[in-house]
């Protein structure tokens, strides 16, 4: 069985900075792509950002020059650095993960539970 693991939400003023952090494990064979989604509420999920498994990534128009999207793949995590944080930045951020199951070889993606950010003074 796979799960991912967020951690690193939480309330935080405008200008402030948070890091996600999100951990696959299990049964795992190789993880490809990983990405963080995020929904606001009233409106639809939405890419943050996402990054291949060499390391090339994509960000969302309203996050690019202020979120970095990493990943340390000897741990099996990625990661968010969210800076300069605006109050449209609040959402419930939800890690995701293109893997490749151990037992059944089988490629799914995986979600974690979602971690609440808040931006607000």
């Known amino acids: 069985q796979v799960q991912l693991v967020e951690s690193g939400g939480g309330l935080v003023q405008p200008g402030g900075s948070l890091r996600l952090s999100c951990a696959a494990s299990?049964?795992?064979?190789?993880?490809?792509?990983m990405g963080w989604y995020r929904r606001a509420p009233g409106k639809q999920r939405e890419l943050v950002a996402g990054?291949?498994?060499?390391?090339?990534?994509n960000y969302a128009d309203s996050v690019k020059g202020r979120f970095t999207i990493s990943r340390d793949n000897a741990k099996k995590t990625v990661y968010l650095q969210m800076n300069s944080l605006k109050p449209e930045d609040t959402a419930v951020y939800y890690c995701n993960a293109d893997i490749r199951s151990r037992l059944t070889m089988t490629r799914l993606a995986y979600w974690g539970q979602g971690t609440q950010v808040t931006v607000s003074s």
């Open positions: 990054i291949t498994s060499g390391g090339i990534t």
């Open positions: 299990g049964s795992i064979f190789s993880i490809n792509d």
